[in-house]
């Protein structure tokens, strides 16, 4: 397990877009967005350089996330409210979370590696 050990946002962001089916809520202080089975998850990036994650229902967005990955110092990796679950903490410099992202498995760092599909 990462557990504690900081990741930089790029890494996260890069292993996050290849684990979208097993995001169960993407939260900030202000918001939560819970995972939902008619539902999935999409990724963007703006011209800006915010990146986005949307809920969407067919052709339609539920809710937006948008984040700008200046912000972000780093991630930490904690364990989630259940022994399944593992929040991932956006952090600003002062330690501050500022997003964070449940998720169903721990980070991989393999499958942060870009393969060639025919290996």
Known sequence: MAEGKPI???KFWAWLQRHPNCILRVGS???IVYDHEDYHWAFGLE???TVFVQMI???RSIAEVFIDPREITF????PGETDSEFL???RDST?????YFAMVHDFDEASTEV???WN
């Open 47 to 49: 011209n800006d350089g």
């Open 88 to 90: 991932f903490n956006l």
């Open 95 to 99: 330690e501050k979370t500022l997003f």
């Open 115 to 117: 393969k060639p599909h």
């Open 57 to 59: 229902r067919g052709k």
């Open 8 to 10: 930089s946002f790029d």
């Open 29 to 31: 202080p202000d918001a």
């Open 75 to 78: 991630v930490v990796i904690e």
